[in-house]
């Protein structure tokens, strides 16, 4: 499989269009969450609901510790330049803000079927699946920039949200006609174990927590004095790039390292290698420059650019200036860009090593029984992300672990 940062990059910049950056208030999700290969079709909506697609999503229960009735399911994303949520019955319904319910906020949970398995049907769409265990989760339509409905969506790592203290968490997924494409993220926080499974031509799992890794990742954080604020409870760890924002993690945890990297590349050379190519760079004046199958440049970032792979290190998708700029971040989150001058490092044994590190990207890859986790924007570098996708798929699975 083709590592994404060398495909079309839009993971980064949906993001932040649905709340990477929120602070004080949660998102309006005005883009599909995390383009994973595009938008839906167009015309998966039509009519009162139906949609093209009819893929059979499965959800299973497996926490062991919550029963189905304390289990809400939410579909919820873009189809057909419109937001949408998925209804029990497999149809697609617009967002409204005649939804919202006299408490404010709109009623989407799906329940869970008793003593087995949900079924349900996954029209064309471009979206997310959240849970929530204990509590059904507030999501409040709005009007966008643009006039039309749109969603806020949960932010749980902002103190203010209305979700802040919901038990709740999501996978995030692509389905339209060139197939299916998912993922269990931990950009944003990690609160519920849950896998992937996606069957069609190959049958592949994704983000498996393996036993007692929630815990373990807990306590992984906890240890490391800079993270420790970003564990909430026992509810969820917050990233460290919205810890950031809200004051809980250091703004400037990586600038010795940083700091480091420059003075090293002043007098040495560092090679990336992409599919377009490799590019041979060193720190010129207070820019890092490539020159190579096009020249491309990087300010010195910030500890915010590193943990969100944005600022400095901002990922356009051209083909040049992206793939490098992701590698770089890979290379800045992992610590590998100081033990390696060939870069990208594929060797997970070499990830993390540094005491100035992303912990909380570690945390979650020891976390999960195949060491693949999306624990920074970029962690598809070198295919070590949780990310799946099938261009024939029959059936897609999302199970809810034990924790």
Not at 42 to 54: E, I
Not at 235 to 261: M, Q, S, W
Request: net charge negative; hydrophobic share 40%; proline share 6%.
């Amino acid at each position: 499989m083709t590592p994404r940062h060398q495909r079309p990059l839009g993971r980064r910049k949906l993001l932040v269009a649905l709340g990477g950056a929120a602070v004080a208030a949660p998102a309006v999700a005005a883009l599909a969450p995390h383009a994973l290969a595009g938008n839906a079709t167009d015309g998966a909506l039509t009519g009162a609901g139906a949609a093209a697609g009819a893929l059979p999503l499965t959800v299973v229960n497996e926490t062991g510790s919550f029963g189905d009735g304390d289990v809400h399911l939410y579909v919820v994303g873009n189809a057909d330049g419109r937001q949408v949520r998925l209804t029990p019955d497999g149809t697609l319904a617009p967002i409204a803000l005649s939804d919202n319910g006299a408490d404010g906020f709109t009623d989407y949970a799906i329940s869970l079927s008793g003593g087995g398995e949900t079924r349900l049907t996954l029209p064309y769409m471009s979206g997310r699946i959240y849970v929530a265990l204990g509590e059904k989760l507030k999501f409040k339509a709005v009007t966008d920039g643009a006039g039309n409905a749109a969603l806020q969506y949960p932010a749980g790592w902002v103190a203010s949200d209305p979700n802040y203290k919901v038990l709740h968490d999501c996978a995030e997924f692509t389905y339209n006609a060139s197939g299916m494409f998912c993922n269990t993220t931990m950009v944003d926080m990690f609160s519920v174990p849950m896998a992937i499974r996606l069957t069609g031509a190959k049958d592949q799992t994704a983000g498996t927590v393996r036993p007692g890794g929630r815990a373990a990742a807990f306590e992984a954080v906890r240890r490391v004095a800079e993270f420790a604020p970003l564990v909430v409870d026992d509810t969820r760890i917050i990233a460290p790039g919205h810890g950031l924002d809200a004051g809980l993690f250091p703004k400037d945890y990586f600038a010795p390292y940083i700091d480091e990297v420059w003075s090293t590349y002043t007098g040495r050379d560092l090679t990336v290698t992409t599919d377009a190519g490799t590019f041979t760079g060193r720190v010129r004046g207070d820019r890092f420059t490539f020159g190579g199958p096009a020249e491309v440049s990087f300010a010195k970032p910030s500890t915010r650019d590193v943990l969100f792979c944005d600022g400095a290190l901002a990922a356009p998708n051209d083909g040049t200036t992206g793939p490098v700029a992701a590698i770089l971040g890979a290379g800045f989150n992992r610590s590998t860009l100081l033990s390696s001058a060939v870069q990208p490092t594929a060797d997970p044994a070499a990830f993390y090593r540094a005491a100035l590190t992303n912990h909380y990207a570690a945390a979650m890859h020891a976390a999960t029984e195949d060491g693949k986790a999306y624990g920074f924007a970029f962690d598809d570098v070198a295919d070590f992300a949780s990310y799946i996708q099938d261009t024939a798929p029959t059936g897609v699975r999302l199970t809810l672990t034990a924790f």
